[in-house]
């Protein structure tokens, strides 16, 4: 089992940037593969980034694409979540996850979840 903890969420203004972290402790966080979702306010929570646990290969919704990199140092048990050019409609509670699924793009593919941290973008 793994603990996940997200910190760097705040208020920004549109444009702005936001870096993301998620601590991780128990097993070796280098075992399992990393991902970042987000929920916002009456919508159902949804896929924005993952990272593999092998050769560190990313995905992205599209959404986000060329905006956010997903990075991971397995030395430091930490995950992080870069984010640029924010809009307001990247305002919610983003969330970081782990699992074994490499690639995953849905909730039931991650086993461990972080109490989320608040981002919104103001305009």
């Known amino acids: 089992q793994v603990q996940l903890v997200e910190s760097g969420g705040g208020l920004v203004q549109a444009g702005g940037s936001l870096r993301l972290s998620c601590a991780a402790s128990g097993r070796t966080f280098g075992n399992y593969a990393m991902g970042w979702f987000r929920q916002a306010p009456g919508k159902e929570r949804e896929f924005v980034a993952a990272i593999s646990w092998s050769d560190g290969s990313t995905k992205y919704a599209d959404s986000v694409k060329g905006r956010f990199t997903i990075s991971r140092d397995n030395a430091k048990n930490t995950g992080y979540l870069q984010m640029s050019s924010l809009k307001p409609e990247d305002t919610a509670v983003y969330y970081c996850?782990?699992?074994?699924?490499?690639?995953?793009?849905?909730?039931?593919?991650?086993?461990?979840w972080g109490q989320g941290t608040q981002v919104t973008v103001s305009s």
């Open positions: 996850a782990a699992g074994f699924t490499i690639l995953g793009a849905r909730s039931y593919d991650y086993d461990y």
